[in-house]
């Protein structure tokens, strides 16, 4: 077995176990297969197209294509030109599948993002980073199959008479350009919410390093086209892609693990408490978990006057399917999603009123996690 197939086949295992884990913590969380989201079903077709991926760059391992060495065209024999035919379109079929997969790992983390930002302002780049991420996916099929290589058949024509139908690099080029400048962009979302949330070091160093495994993605984008552009007949490429591709599906499941890990190893949440069956009460300003509030009766000696005060925080709220974290079993045992809170703080002092006063004007509050 060949060194390239060993470390894809690895890079395949892991990459599966994590998509594994990611579907045990959901349907742990949601009970039901029914009650799964957009971006589960999504990462399933992912799934799908990741294995077409590994599976084609072990088979182009050994294959060869209609691009050619000089001289090579004059040493072609009918065996040999069926021989690249065959390999030219498991060029053709790896390009759409490497293009499905790390797409289709934007998408998934696109949704993750609306969840977190729902109501907050950051959830308008949000949607203006999906416009992009879907428009750059149709343009690099558009170019890919209609601009670049006409007619079509080139692509696996032996010889071809387009380079481009051989070579591919305006493709190479324009995907290279969209994929990074879309990575980029992806990481620009949750780190600042994740440095900015109100959690223990801790646990901001761990969210940020999972994000930040986006630049991994992009070094790994960044060589398969260099390698590809430095030495066109080098194998280097088939490395890099199935890092980036494993990578990238990596890095769109594991914020979704971490529900069965908590639960399986007891650890603690990310607001600094332990996993336990008690009902507990967290209080998180801008990050995981669920708004409280207190009241409180200061004791004194004037019998005729009362005074109560409430706080109450995590006016608003955002929902997400997404269980980056999972608090205490707060309420019948069932974990609480990733939230992440738009803060307002309200403080109401309320006296009893003396004989003399008038009750006009009172105002009750009553308790509530939103407004």
Same mark, same amino acid.
């Given at each position: 077995?060949?060194?390239? $197939?060993?470390?894809?086949?690895?890079?395949?295992?892991?990459?599966?176990?994590?998509?594994?884990?990611?579907?045990?913590?959901?349907?742990?969380?949601?009970?039901?297969?029914?009650?799964?989201?957009?971006?589960?079903?999504?990462?399933?077709?992912?799934?799908?197209?990741?294995?077409?991926?590994?599976?084609?760059?072990?088979?182009?391992?050994?294959?060869?294509?209609?691009?050619?060495?000089?001289?090579?065209?004059?040493?072609?024999?009918?065996?040999?030109?069926?021989?690249?035919?065959?390999?030219?379109?498991?060029?053709?079929?790896?390009?759409?599948?490497?293009?499905?997969?790390?797409?289709?790992?934007?998408?998934?983390?696109?949704?993750?993002?609306?969840?977190?930002?729902?109501?907050?302002?950051?959830?308008?780049?949000?949607?203006?980073?999906?416009?992009?991420?879907?428009?750059?996916?149709?343009?690099?099929?558009?170019?890919?199959?209609?601009?670049?290589?006409?007619?079509?058949?080139?692509?696996?024509?032996?010889?071809?008479?387009?380079?481009?139908?051989?070579? $591919?690099?305006?493709?190479?080029?324009?995907?290279?350009?969209?994929?990074?400048?879309?990575?980029?962009?992806?990481?620009?979302?949750?780190?600042?919410?994740?440095?900015?949330?109100?959690?223990?070091?801790?646990?901001?160093?761990?969210?940020?390093?999972?994000?930040?495994?986006?630049?991994?993605?992009?070094?790994?984008?960044?060589?398969?086209?260099?390698?590809?552009?430095?030495?066109?007949?080098?194998?280097?490429?088939?490395?890099?892609?199935?890092?980036?591709?494993?990578?990238?599906?990596?890095?769109?499941?594991?914020?979704?693990?971490?529900?069965?890990?908590?639960?399986?190893?007891?650890?603690?949440?990310?607001?600094?408490?332990?996993?336990?069956?008690?009902?507990?009460? #967290?209080?998180?300003?801008?990050?995981?978990?669920?708004?409280?509030?207190?009241?409180?009766?200061?004791?004194?000696?004037?019998?005729?006057?009362?005074?109560?005060?409430?706080?109450?925080?995590?006016?608003?709220?955002?929902?997400?399917?997404?269980?980056?974290?999972?608090?205490?079993?707060?309420?019948?045992?069932?974990?609480?999603?990733?939230?992440?809170?738009?803060?307002?703080?309200? #403080?109401?002092?309320?006296?009893?009123?003396?004989?003399?006063?008038? #009750?006009?004007?009172?105002?009750?509050?009553?308790?509530?996690?939103?407004?």
């Amino acid at each position: 077995m060949s060194q390239f $197939a060993v470390e894809s086949w690895i890079w395949y295992g892991v990459t599966v176990f994590v998509i594994i884990l990611r579907f045990i913590s959901r349907l742990m969380l949601v009970k039901s297969v029914k009650s799964l989201q957009v971006e589960d079903y999504l990462m399933l077709l992912v799934l799908c197209f990741y294995t077409g991926l590994v599976v084609t760059l072990n088979r182009i391992e050994h294959a060869k294509t209609n691009l050619m060495a000089p001289g090579e065209e004059e040493n072609l024999t009918p065996e040999s030109i069926k021989d690249r035919v065959y390999g030219s379109k498991l060029v053709l079929v790896t390009e759409q599948c490497m293009l499905a997969t790390i797409w289709g790992c934007k998408g998934c983390l696109l949704l993750l993002y609306a969840r977190l930002t729902e109501g907050i302002k950051q959830q308008l780049a949000v949607k203006i980073l999906a416009g992009y991420v879907v428009g750059s996916y149709i343009i690099l099929e558009i170019l890919y199959f209609a601009v670049w290589c006409r007619p079509f058949h080139n692509y696996w024509a032996v010889p071809t008479p387009n380079e481009q139908c051989s070579t $591919a690099t305006h493709h190479l080029i324009m995907t290279m350009v969209f994929n990074i400048s879309s990575d980029i962009l992806m990481m620009c979302i949750p780190l600042p919410l994740l440095i900015s949330a109100s959690l223990p070091l801790r646990s901001k160093i761990t969210l940020v390093g999972v994000f930040s495994m986006g630049a991994f993605i992009i070094l790994c984008a960044t060589l398969s086209k260099v390698y590809s552009f430095k030495d066109r007949f080098s194998p280097e490429w088939l490395f890099w892609y199935v890092r980036e591709a494993s990578t990238a599906v990596c890095v769109a499941n594991i914020p979704n693990c971490w529900s069965l890990v908590r639960r399986v190893f007891n650890l603690s949440s990310w607001t600094g408490s332990s996993h336990s069956k008690g009902r507990t009460h #967290h209080y998180a300003p801008y990050g995981y978990g669920t708004g409280t509030h207190s009241r409180t009766r200061p004791t004194g000696t004037h019998k005729k006057s009362l005074w109560t005060s409430m706080t109450m925080s995590g006016v608003r709220k955002t929902e997400s399917a997404e269980e980056i974290i999972k608090t205490d079993l707060e309420q019948a045992n069932h974990g609480i999603p990733l939230e992440i809170w738009h803060q307002t703080s309200i #403080h109401v002092t309320e006296e009893q009123p003396g004989p003399k006063e008038s #009750h006009e004007g009172a105002t009750t509050i009553g308790p509530g996690r939103g407004a």
